[in-house]
């Protein structure tokens, strides 16, 4: 099945600086590739994805890239603010259903 | 804003307990999951149901066992706990399940078992 690594475990930066957060995955089949956002005491949710037919992909702040040679994608957060502080999960799915293998996760401090 | 409840939001008890999560989402979506985050924030997939039916099930303990009502109902019952079964539970659900969606997430139960 897809194995998912995320590369980071803890990332730490100066506010207004970037960060970012990289994963690989196993499965060539592999054609969505989500991000998720947990902050402290709270439930994940969806922050930016991206799709196999395309290499990058940008929202305000937030750029996820993908390279399917390597089978590598990053989250590029630029201008970072300190509710930006938070555990970011990448994820990835194979196969016919909605199944999405997640990532360890990367804790995220943005620091005033 | 919630649109995916879960009670309760803890529960503390002991080996070999029966204990039952609720999970409903007033989405209107067709698909929900049940993942199990672990002390590490390790996230897995555990079960997920379209419309009612079982459409994934992973390698997961018999002594889980999912049930749903209807569509918007899907809750999760441990026959006897075990220490491992520690952790926070997570449902979730998605307009209809096929790949690629978005997925929105409950705010968890916290199962601490003693």
């Known amino acids: 099945g897809e194995k998912v690594e995320q590369h980071e475990s803890t990332l730490s930066v100066r506010e207004g600086d970037s960060a970012v957060i990289n994963c690989t995955y196993t499965?060539?089949?592999?054609?969505?590739f989500p991000w998720y956002k947990q902050e402290a005491g709270k439930s994940l949710h969806f922050v930016i994805d991206i799709r196999s037919n395309v290499d990058r992909k940008q929202s305000q702040r937030l750029t996820v890239l993908l390279d399917k040679k390597a089978k590598r994608f990053s989250l590029h957060i630029t201008a970072t603010q300190p509710e930006d502080s938070a555990i970011y999960f990448c994820a990835a799915i194979s196969g016919s259903f909605n199944k999405l293998t997640f990532g360890a996760g990367t804790r995220l401090a943005v620091c005033p | 804003e919630t649109a995916v409840f879960q009670t309760p939001n803890y529960h503390v008890t002991q080996v070999g307990n029966e204990v039952s999560f609720n999970c409903k989402q007033t989405?209107?979506?067709?698909?929900m999951y049940w993942y199990k985050q672990d002390s590490k924030k390790l996230l897995k997939i555990m079960f997920s149901y379209n419309n009612k039916q079982l459409i994934v099930n992973e390698t997961v303990p018999r002594r889980f066992s999912p049930q749903s009502s209807d569509k918007a109902h899907l809750n999760l019952r441990i026959k006897s706990v075990e220490p491992e079964d520690s952790a926070v539970y997570l449902c979730a659900s998605s307009l209809t399940g096929v790949r690629d969606e978005r997925l929105f997430f409950g705010h968890g139960t916290k199962l601490s078992v003693l």
């Open positions: 499965d060539t089949a592999s054609s969505y």
């Open positions: 989405l209107g979506h067709d698909t």
